[in-house]
């Protein structure tokens, strides 16, 4: 079964000191009257769509709802009206699924290159960390620094010439 994101329509209690409860009456698009679907909701002031209407299943589009106080003896109040701009539908499944093996997936990828890189491109890294044999080795030039005055540490990377990367 799909899942709805659910929507809370809520309303201010009537003033009336004899109503008892509330019905919800709803329609497709526009149009909703005492005629439209309802909901018998007992004395309260928000329900959580879908979940609390049981038979409340539109088919796709906005929905336009209607509430309405009803007192002790069954009469009802004018309908108050809302538009709901959003769709209690959910989207059409996926079509297709299926499980490939890596080794496919590799092999396909393998095909898909063009040339093998043959030379190492120098990045720079900001504040790359090297160990302490590297760092003597590397005391004596000068790396390169930003606006900052922040050093960079240059590094080989294997790579095609137009991904080069700086900084």
Same mark, same amino acid.
């Given at each position: 079964?799909?899942?709805?994101?659910?929507?809370?329509?809520?309303?201010?209690?009537?003033?009336?000191?004899?109503?008892?409860?509330?019905?919800?009456?709803?329609?497709?698009?526009?149009?909703?009257?005492?005629?439209?679907?309802?909901?018998?909701?007992?004395?309260?002031?928000?329900?959580?769509?879908?979940?609390?209407?049981?038979? /409340?299943?539109?088919?796709?589009? =906005?929905? &336009?709802?209607?509430?309405?106080?009803? !007192? $002790? *003896?069954?009469? #009802?109040? %004018?309908?108050?009206?809302?538009?709901?701009?959003?769709? /209690?539908?959910?989207?059409?499944? =996926?079509? &297709?699924?299926?499980?490939?093996?890596? !080794? $496919? *997936?590799?092999? #396909?990828? %393998?095909?898909?290159?063009?040339?093998?890189?043959?030379?190492?491109?120098?990045?720079?890294?900001?504040?790359?960390?090297?160990?302490?044999?590297?760092? $003597?080795?590397?005391?004596?030039?000068?790396?390169?620094?930003?606006?900052?005055?922040?050093?960079?540490?240059?590094?080989?990377?294997?790579?095609?010439?137009?991904?080069?990367?700086?900084?």
């Amino acid at each position: 079964m799909a899942k709805i994101k659910k929507r809370k329509l809520r309303w201010k209690a009537s003033q009336s000191q004899q109503v008892v409860g509330y019905r919800l009456y709803w329609a497709e698009g526009e149009g909703v009257d005492y005629s439209s679907p309802f909901a018998a909701l007992g004395n309260v002031t928000e329900v959580v769509l879908p979940d609390d209407i049981d038979g /409340f299943s539109p088919t796709g589009g =906005p929905v &336009e709802f209607g509430v309405a106080a009803i !007192d $002790e *003896l069954g009469n #009802e109040s %004018d309908l108050v009206i809302f538009q709901a701009p959003y769709q /209690f539908n959910v989207p059409l499944a =996926p079509e &297709e699924v299926w499980i490939e093996s890596v !080794d $496919e *997936l590799e092999s #396909e990828a %393998d095909e898909a290159e063009e040339t093998e890189p043959t030379e190492p491109i120098a990045l720079f890294v900001k504040g790359a960390k090297v160990d302490e044999a590297a760092e $003597e080795e590397e005391a004596a030039e000068a790396l390169p620094q930003d606006d900052d005055g922040e050093s960079y540490k240059t590094v080989q990377h294997y790579g095609y010439p137009d991904n080069e990367k700086r900084r």
